[in-house]
């Protein structure tokens, strides 16, 4: 059964650079379920690896910081006549090449570019190719997991992520005056592919992300491409200006108990040393200080010393 109903349909896809990549796995579900998919890449370079990853299938290009090559992309995709059922906007960009740097000395120009290329690029493609849409298209964009809880590896990605989250609201809003257009964002938690391997202390904040998912598994890209395929489908027409988050419910185990009995295992050890340091420290002054008041004073400096705090 055509559950998707999305056989015949049509869907422009940004952001497939590798086998790895969201978009890779969004196209994959939708062409599984017979819909075409028409791919805009950032470069020539990407444009070449993406032909051979995805034989026969149309790739155009366009590096979404040039509004000339958004017109020209506008122009390529009219002059082929096509008329979409859904856009996928799976971009983003962070410049980290300054290291991992405190939040409140993110570089300017990195975050600006930031924000054009991962969040302003969604309200420019919209409006330049709104007329390339189908009056009751969808149009899906990746945002993230949570912006509220300020992951330092994830660096300034967040507050652009939040942005992003509200830009959806405010597409859906301004386009409902002349269509029937969703704008619709899923929101994975950590997954494995090369945009986030560039980011500085990802893999440990991975790792860390499988020890707190209930399932102690961590979410597939596969898991994300299916909502994403789902709000690009007629079956999600009740869905509008809304965050789908994918976290397989990370977002909900804070007190994951097996990591409290861990951290609270590490202190309890970490009181034991203290205390047989305490022991050390004690037989020391004995055996340096032989005056019984020298070493009365000594051994109250020792209890008043702080030890790891117990909370
Ligand atoms: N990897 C994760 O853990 C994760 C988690 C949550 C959300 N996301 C989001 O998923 C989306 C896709 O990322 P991905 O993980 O598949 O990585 P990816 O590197 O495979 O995809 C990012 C895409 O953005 C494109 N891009 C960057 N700058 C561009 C520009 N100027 N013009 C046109 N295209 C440009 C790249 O060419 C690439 O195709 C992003 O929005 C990312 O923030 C990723």
Redesign the pocket.
């Known amino acids: 059964m055509d559950f998707l109903q999305l056989d015949g349909k049509t869907v422009l896809v940004?952001?497939?650079?590798?086998r790895?990549?969201?978009?890779y796995h969004v196209a994959c579900v939708l062409e599984a379920a017979g819909a075409q998919c028409v791919h805009v890449?950032?470069n020539q370079h990407?444009r070449q690896s993406v032909e051979k990853l995805l034989p026969q299938r149309e790739v155009f290009i366009?590096?979404?910081?040039q509004p000339d090559e958004i017109e020209q992309l506008r122009r390529q995709l009219a002059e082929r006549g096509y008329k979409f059922h859904g856009l996928l906007h799976?971009?983003?960009?962070a410049d980290y090449s300054a290291g991992p740097l405190p939040f409140h000395q993110t570089p300017r120009q990195a975050f600006l570019q930031a924000v054009d290329?991962?969040c302003y690029?969604l309200i420019a493609l919209s409006n330049a190719l709104k007329d390339l849409l189908e009056p009751d298209a969808s149009v899906v964009?990746?945002?993230?997991?949570t912006t509220q809880m300020a992951s330092e590896s994830y660096g300034y990605?967040a507050p652009i992520?939040a942005a992003l989250d509200s830009t959806i609201v405010f597409l859906a809003k301004s386009f409902s005056r002349f269509s029937r257009v969703r704008f619709n964002a899923v929101?994975?938690?950590?997954?494995?592919?090369?945009?986030?391997a560039g980011i500085p202390g990802y893999v440990d904040a991975y790792l860390y992300a499988e020890k707190v998912i209930p399932r102690k598994q961590a979410v597939q890209t596969e898991e994300v491409a299916s909502v994403a395929a789902f709000l690009l489908s007629p079956r999600s027409s009740g869905i509008n200006a809304q965050k789908i988050v994918v976290d397989a419910g990370m977002g909900i185990n804070y007190f994951d108990r097996e990591l409290i009995e861990r951290v609270l295992r590490e202190q309890e050890l970490q009181w034991h040393e203290w205390l047989f340091l305490q022991q050390k420290r004690r037989v020391f002054c004995r055996m340096l200080l032989k005056d019984s008041n020298s070493f009365n004073s000594m051994n109250s400096f020792v209890a008043r010393a702080d030890g790891p705090s117990r909370h």
């Open positions: 940004f952001g497939v650079a590798n790895r990549s969201v978009a890449v950032q990407i366009c590096d979404v910081q799976s971009i983003a960009y290329v991962s690029s964009t990746v945002s993230i997991s990605m992520k929101a994975p938690g950590l997954l494995k592919t090369s945009a986030s």
